[in-house]
């Protein structure tokens, strides 16, 4: 699955590297595979990166990030979707067995299987850029159209099936047909690519240049900010259900990464909330598309180099949104690579119900937790995350089963039969 989601600009491949390319290939230097010493998940290597720009703990959410993202924005952006029939907050569970099995004080996840009946928090951010695009030109005669490996493409496509406006959606050649199908329930034209996300972000920009659409992307390049921007804006919505949901701040966050933008907005957003007792935000990523890991390694945006063909396929992304990277570049404390295998796991985990009620997550749900469960068997890891027995972590489960099928092959049993057993 996931020949990956080489998200950026479309001249990433017009113009080769323009800037210093990473290729994780393997842990090494403070990368050390160790076996875990509780029975949760077996030993994986796991590359860590302490992000030498990271803020002072003093510091206050400054311009740079507000550039970005700002508490008005995200008001904005928080009114237009409450408003939005089917709106409802997501859980925020608490796992207490989890945390006691894996020694913490306290492990809270962030459930968005159920966002808007579309089944990952991405429902928040296309949507509503879609929203306030025709809150400034109208929909008369308007066509959106956007590369997608999934998530983003679902979420414009209602949107666009919302704001009764065209929607043409991308996907590159694996793209499996229950994401492709969910994508067209909502009327959508879906049109597959042969190649890769790549190609994909080529074909949409092409034909929006010949047929005069808009680009809805859920990563920023130069000169294309303002709707990713609304995008990113839509998940700050997430984030501050959270802080509304959680009696103090955590001392962790574990939040996956794909180009950046659920990140940065989980990370701004709580900056924002919590001030200097904000959390230690900790980004994950595959290791084999770790370009948000490679940015924190040079000090600017670079790209993953490789196939990007990991199980996790919303996190298949070779180059960091540029806007993303304004607030990680000093938001963010720490960025993780971990493999597919303990993503996987951490599905099995959480469907299992072995500790807490089971939790459905998707393939590119569960990489922040399985990168905490890592780093706590490590050490070392440990250590330099400052996990300890008084922790408090937040993770996200930033998606359901989105392609059922798809889960059913990774869990080993249907969705449907988690959701009976909770
Ligand atoms: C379920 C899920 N989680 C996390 C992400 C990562 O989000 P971002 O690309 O903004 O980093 C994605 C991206 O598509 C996703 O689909």
């Known amino acids: ?57 003093a510091r206050p959410i400054g311009p740079r990030e507000r550039a970005v993202l700002t508490v008005e924005g995200m008001t904005t952006a928080r009114d237009a979707i409450r408003a939005w029939e089917g709106y409802a907050p997501t859980p925020l569970r608490r796992l207490d067995g989890l945390a006691a099995a894996a020694g913490l004080a306290a ?19 296309g949507a509503y850029a ?3 695009l025709v809150g400034r030109r109208g929909a008369e005669g308007l066509t959106v159209c956007c590369a997608t490996d999934g ?7 209602w ?43 080529r074909a949409a920009a092409e034909d929006a240049v010949a047929h005069g659409w808009v680009v809805v992307s859920d990563t920023s390049y130069p000169g294309y900010m303002n ?8 998940y700050t919505v997430m984030a501050d259900e959270i802080v509304t949901q959680i009696d103090r701040p955590p001392t962790h966050i574990f939040v996956q990464g794909g180009v950046g933008g659920l990140a940065a907005a989980v990370t701004a957003q709580t900056w924002e909330a919590w001030g200097t007792d904000r959390p230690r935000i900790v980004v994950v990523e595959p290791d084999r598309a770790a370009c948000l890991l490679a940015s924190a390694r040079t000090g600017r945006p670079v790209m993953a180099l490789g196939a990007l063909d990991t199980v996790m396929s919303g996190l298949a992304c070779g180059a960091p949104s540029l806007l993303a990277w304004e607030v990680l570049d000093e938001g963010a404390h720490n960025f993780l690579a971990v493999p597919d295998a303990p993503a ?5 985990l959480l469907a299992s119900g072995r500790y807490d009620a089971p939790v459905v997550a998707g393939d590119s749900a569960t990489a922040g937790l399985a990168g905490c ?7 070392t890891l440990r250590g330099a995350l400052g996990l300890d027995r008084d922790s408090r972590v937040l993770a996200l489960s930033t998606e359901g089963a989105t392609d059922p099928d798809v889960y059913a092959e990774l869990v080993g049993r249907p969705a449907a039969s988690v959701v009976a057993a909770s």
């Open 227 to 234: 709707i990713p921007r609304d995008v990113m804006q839509g």
């Open 373 to 379: 469960l890592l780093a706590l068997a490590n050490p």
């Open 1 to 57: 699955m996931g020949a990956g989601r080489a998200h950026g600009t479309p001249p990433n491949r017009r113009h080769p590297t323009p800037v210093c390319a990473t290729l994780i290939r393997s842990p090494s230097g403070d990368a050390q595979p160790v076996p875990y010493t509780l029975p949760l998940l077996s030993a994986h290597p796991v590359t860590h990166i302490a992000n030498p720009r990271a803020a002072d703990p």
């Open 107 to 125: 492990l809270y996840l962030k459930d968005e299987s159920t966002r808007l009946g579309l089944g990952s928090f991405k429902a928040l951010g």
């Open 130 to 132: 879609v929203e306030r």
């Open 151 to 157: 998530n983003h493409g679902r979420s414009v496509a």
């Open 159 to 201: 949107g666009a099936h919302r704001q009764n406006c065209g929607c043409v959606i991308y996907v590159h050649g694996t793209v499996s047909p229950g994401r492709c199908e969910a994508i067209a329930r909502w009327g959508a034209d879906v049109r597959r690519v042969l190649g890769t996300y790549d190609d994909s972000v």
């Open 344 to 348: 996987v796991e951490v599905m099995r």
